[in-house]
């Protein structure tokens, strides 16, 4: 039971470099989320998506994209990467039937410098 | 939006019952109040989940009063391995997606 899986888990980018950070889940859950976690502020949703090719913006979307055509995968893009956006992302899904029950990845960790 | 506060930080010793209080002033109608814990370098991991009332577990209690303002993490007889940062959420994709919001959280310290 491989769950969510997160790519790179660990990546140094340079300023206004475009990075990629890849979300993948196995449950076929209904929504996927993007939140970055930064000390001070916890745990910020950026994006979320409550189904292929449906997606919102969270509490701090500025300088992101994200996309979803299949279910499974919720990639999240920094356009022109800058050094504010230096934090832990985290994905995660619920499956949208039954429950509210929120699954994490383990998490990338990304520096901007 | 059903914003949460919570302590910053709470110190207790190996074995104690550790009380974390959360308040959610404007919790909605059809709001779950889950709690969640992480560890460092880690995502975080579901505990417990209430609507109303009193909900336990094999690892936690949570009490909610018929408000439904704030909750009660209750954990019994901690161990040096419950050192971890508590969250409460209050919220329902049914209600907004983007309204699940985490907050600061709780860093719980057990000292032997």
């Known amino acids: 039971d491989a769950g969510i899986t997160q790519s790179p888990r660990y990546k140094i980018t340079e300023t206004g470099r475009q990075v990629t950070l890849m979300c993948h889940q196995t449950?076929?859950?209904?929504?996927m989320f993007w939140y970055r976690q930064d000390l001070g502020h916890g745990l910020r949703l950026i994006y979320y998506?409550?189904?292929?090719?449906?997606?919102d913006k969270g509490e701090v979307p500025d300088g992101y994209v994200v996309s979803r055509s299949k279910t499974e995968n919720f990639p999240l893009t920094l356009e022109s990467a800058t050094r504010s956006q230096t934090s832990v992302y985290f994905c995660?899904?619920?499956?949208?039937?039954?429950?509210?029950?929120?699954?994490f990845g383990e998490g990338s960790w990304l520096t901007v410098v | 939006l059903a914003k949460t506060t919570q302590p910053i930080s709470m110190d207790s010793y190996e074995g104690q019952e550790v009380n974390i209080t959360c308040s959610h002033n404007?919790?909605?109608?059809?709001?779950?109040i889950t709690w969640y814990q992480q560890f460092p370098s880690q995502g975080p991991r579901f505990i417990i989940q209430?609507?109303?009332t009193k909900v336990t577990n094999e690892v936690a209690s949570l009490f909610i009063p018929a408000d439904r303002k704030s909750s009660t993490l209750s954990l019994p007889r901690v161990s040096l391995s419950d050192t971890a940062v508590y969250y409460c959420?209050?919220?329902?994709?049914?209600?907004?997606?983007?309204?699940?919001?985490f907050g600061t959280g709780t860093r719980l310290t057990v000292i032997p």
């Open positions: 995660a899904s619920i499956p949208g039937q039954g429950g509210d029950t929120i699954y």
């Open positions: 449950w076929s859950h209904s929504y």
């Open positions: 998506s409550a189904a292929a090719d449906i997606t």
């Open positions: 404007n919790i909605a109608t059809n709001d779950y």
């Open positions: 209430g609507y109303k």
């Open positions: 959420l209050v919220g329902s994709h049914q209600t907004g997606a983007n309204n699940l919001f």
